[in-house]
Every structure is written in structure tokens, then in C-alpha cells.
């Protein structure tokens, strides 16, 4: 009797389990493979990308990263650039 009842609560369990996998969201990874907000050497190159003649300060500007922060990527996104 225990028995039967054992399997039956591990059957009920095991579709218990099967549901809520079949409803896991986990978080999905971005156009560039990562998880979450893309990083701040990402921003830089996709935006002198897209604005090749821009300068520095419109970059700091238009993503509202620090100028320090865009003078480092800055010449790293210019280096990928050449090659």
C-alpha cells in the first residue's frame, strides 16, 4: 500500500517537474552571445560603426557612457577597424 502510494506521488512529481521545465524562462542571450546588457567596448565599436565620423565627445553624448570609459574603447574599436 505504502509502496503504491509512493509511486504515485513520485509519478504526480516527476510530471510536477516536466511542467514547470516546460515553463523555465531563462534569460536569452543577445545578438552579440551574451547574457544581459551588452558591454560598455560593444557600445563604442557598434556606434563608430554606425557613425564612423563622429567624435568622442558625440559618442559620450549619445550612449551616456563616461568620457573615460569611451576614450578607452575608443582606439580598441579603431585597432578592430584596420584588421
Known amino acids: 500500500m505504502q509502496e ?20 523555465d524562462e531563462r534569460p536569452q542571450k543577445n545578438s552579440h552571445g ?26 559620450v553624448r549619445d550612449t551616456k557612457l563616461s568620457i573615460k570609459t569611451v576614450s578607452k574603447y575608443w582606439e580598441l574599436s579603431a585597432e578592430e577597424k584596420e584588421e
Request: charged share 30%; glycine share 2%.
Open 34 to 59: 551574451r547574457i544581459g546588457r551588452p558591454t560598455k567596448d560593444y557600445i563604442v565599436a557598434r556606434y563608430r560603426k554606425y557613425k564612423p565620423n563622429a567624435t568622442r565627445m558625440q559618442c
Open 4 to 23: 503504491e502510494i509512493l509511486v504515485t506521488m513520485s509519478k504526480q512529481l516527476e510530471e510536477i517537474i516536466n511542467l514547470l521545465n516546460m515553463f
